[in-house]
């Protein structure tokens, strides 16, 4: 199986910066994409931006020109900075990868999420 867990959350103002990480570990063979995700209180889960293997990245409108996902393959692990975070960017934050694993001599597919770590933007 694989694991993921998230850092880097916290209190921030608004128009402060602030970087999350997510590790994934376990017996990975590839991973084909890692995103970030939110979940605010009352409102449904939504995406923020997502990598692929291959480098190619997608964020939502909102976040545009404000938050950077990246990653570092080597360590499997996906970063998203931050900037210019605002009341409305209050939420968990969750990470997400998708890939192969290997298992009992097999390669299996995963699809799985990280714990979350909450962002509060706040005076």
């Known amino acids: 199986q694989v694991q993921l867990v998230e850092s880097g959350g916290g209190l921030v103002q608004p128009g402060g910066s602030l970087r999350l990480s997510c590790a994934a570990s376990g017996s990975i063979a590839s991973i084909t994409a890692m995103g970030w995700y939110r979940q605010a209180p009352g409102k449904q889960r939504e995406l923020v931006a997502t990598i692929t293997g291959g480098g190619s990245t997608n964020s939502a409108d909102s976040v545009k020109g404000r938050f950077t996902i990246s990653r570092d393959s080597a360590k499997n692990t996906v970063y998203l900075q931050m900037n210019s975070l605002k009341p409305e960017d209050t939420a968990v934050y969750l990470c997400?990868?998708?890939?192969?694993?290997?298992?009992?001599?097999?390669?299996?597919?995963?699809?799985?999420w990280g714990q979350g770590t909450q962002v509060t933007v706040s005076s």
């Open positions: 997400n990868a998708a890939g192969i694993y290997f298992k009992g001599g097999y390669y299996l597919t995963f699809d799985d």
